[in-house]
């Protein structure tokens, strides 16, 4: 019990990050809320600023480390992020309940992402040791093991993950883009073809078009997706259009997002794969506009890509003067993207 108090689990980043607005900083006054409304608007640094002024007034509330880290995540702040949860949980009780297995699992994505491999495999086996059959754990652990060489173990708990709840689709797409980082996308679409096959009946359209989507069927990814209600389902109209790019037909792919922003135009993912579209058909205005746009989404959890795009965008047209500024502007709020600070130096040559 005292082993996963002090360093135990916490997802990937990629995995954490999607839930921000998951209860991020129980309230003890304004500030507090004003640390946890900045992570619900993808706002890091500001949440970073609000947090840090609470504790400062001395409460040391776990929930306010817990935001604090969050928000160093988001920054791509690791080890700040990492010194954040682990405080957040000398705060904790002896007992861990959900919350402390919450702040565990980001901790160990900050352990992860620094490279502290064993650290972070330590950190899972405890959160395992206390509950064997939880498939989070089990797919970070493996993922954990994939970066330490062991592909054998990696498998093995993907598979347990798996096995956990056959029907999560989200977690074995999860699974299979941790597998393909590290050269198995062969393996991964195995298992996948594997779903599709022992569940040839009981699966409905939409996963089984974005599952044959992931194994590289596009003929029957577009076939699946088409059966579903496009215009009524958001994420069925992001395969559907991601679907059309994989077979090299950016119109029609453009087509089905801007068909369904028509209709709903709050969802920054549509229109950053929009503008990625444009991108690839050489119609970098419309790209640049398309990037802008998502930015003003209210709730934007993709904010790091449209900015990002944006500076892409911009370089295309050919305004590298515009480009640096937005480096900046980037680099501000995300001081720890290597790649952005490679394209900035690039930027100052031109």
């Not at 992001?238 to 709050?266: H, K, M, P």
Request: charged share 25%; hydrophobic share 35%.
């Amino acid at each position: 019990m005292r082993r996963l108090k002090c360093a135990a689990g916490r997802a990937l980043a990629l995995i954490l990050l999607c839930n921000l607005a998951a209860g991020c900083g129980q309230t003890d006054g304004d500030l507090v809320l004003s640390g946890r409304e900045q992570l619900e608007a993808g706002s890091y640094e500001e949440a970073v600023e609000a947090y840090t002024a609470q504790l400062d007034r001395g409460t040391n509330h776990e929930d306010d480390y817990r935001g604090l880290g969050i928000a160093y995540m988001g920054l791509g702040e690791y080890e700040k992020a990492a010194g954040a949860f682990e405080t957040a949980l000398t705060q904790a009780g002896v007992v861990p309940h959900a919350k402390e297995f919450d702040i565990n699992y980001y901790l160990g994505s900050c352990y992860y992402k620094l490279g502290r491999y064993e650290d972070a495999l330590k950190v899972f086996e405890a959160i395992l040791t206390l509950h064997p059959k939880d498939p989070q754990a089990l797919q970070m652990r493996g993922t954990v093991k994939a970066a330490l060489g062991d592909m054998q173990g990696m498998q093995a708990d993907f598979t347990r993950a798996i096995a956990a709840k056959q029907t999560d689709y989200d977690r074995m797409i999860s699974i299979y883009e941790i597998m393909e980082e590290y050269g198995m996308a062969e393996e991964g679409k195995d298992m996948l073809r594997n779903v599709l096959s022992r569940q040839e009946r009981s699966i409905d359209d939409y996963n089984r078009g974005r599952l044959a989507y992931y194994v590289g069927d596009y003929q029957a990814a577009k076939a699946a997706l088409e059966s579903t209600r496009i215009k009524d389902d958001y994420n069925a109209a992001i395969y559907l259009g991601r679907t059309y790019e994989a077979l090299g037909d950016y119109n029609y792919a453009s087509s089905v997002y801007q068909a369904y922003l028509s209709r709903d135009d709050s969802h920054a993912e549509l229109y950053n794969q929009l503008g990625l579209c444009c991108l690839k058909m050489g119609d970098y205005q419309a790209a640049l506009s398309a990037f802008q746009t998502g930015k003003t989404v209210s709730g934007n959890q993709i904010l790091q890509s449209l900015m990002f795009n944006e500076i892409v965008a911009t370089e295309y047209l050919g305004d590298f003067q515009r480009a640096a500024v937005l480096v900046r502007e980037y680099l501000a709020v995300y001081p720890g993207d290597e790649v952005a600070k490679r394209e900035y130096e690039f930027l100052q040559t031109r």
